[in-house]
């Protein structure tokens, strides 16, 4: 598995992953909007989607196939989103999670912490000093 910032003929792929894993979402995908990708054998099985506004990033989706979870890929492409958001020089990074959703383990053990609650949890990461 490989995982890599993604190019411009990645992104059907990505929009169709997207719309695969989260029918209900009315995801936007922005000509600024940034994307880690992982693939296996030349076959995208994830994304992280995020997006750069002035010293903030926002991450706006993180999937996997579901017969790609739990091996690591997801915390690897998001390892990929933050490294950029801090070589950029960016300060916090947001993004919203259902509190009953397995990933929030993930965000926290990546150095997340919770911001707000309700139906989606907000979480919040600074960049480390």
């Known amino acids: 598995m490989k995982v890599r910032k993604a190019d411009a003929t990645d992104l059907q792929s990505i929009q169709e992953i997207a719309a695969l894993l989260f029918p209900n979402s009315r995801s936007r995908f922005l000509p600024d909007d940034k994307y880690a990708v992982a693939e296996r054998n030349g076959i995208l099985i994830g994304f992280c989607h995020?997006?750069?506004?002035?010293?903030?990033?926002?991450?706006?989706?993180?999937?996997?196939?579901?017969?790609?979870?739990?091996?690591?890929?997801?915390?690897?492409?998001?390892?990929?989103?933050?490294?950029?958001?801090?070589?950029?020089?960016?300060?916090?990074?947001?993004?919203?999670?259902?509190?009953?959703?397995?990933?929030?383990?993930?965000?926290?053990?990546?150095?997340?912490?919770e911001k707000r609650s309700g139906a989606a949890l907000t979480l919040v990461r600074k960049r480390p000093s």
């Open 50 to 113: 995020y997006r750069f506004r002035e010293k903030t990033c926002f991450v706006a989706g993180l999937g996997v196939l579901a017969q790609y979870r739990n091996h690591g890929v997801g915390g690897q492409l998001l390892a990929e989103a933050l490294f950029d958001a801090d070589s950029n020089g960016i300060e916090t990074t947001l993004l919203k999670v259902r509190p009953l959703n397995t990933a929030a383990k993930l965000y926290h053990q990546m150095g997340f912490f």
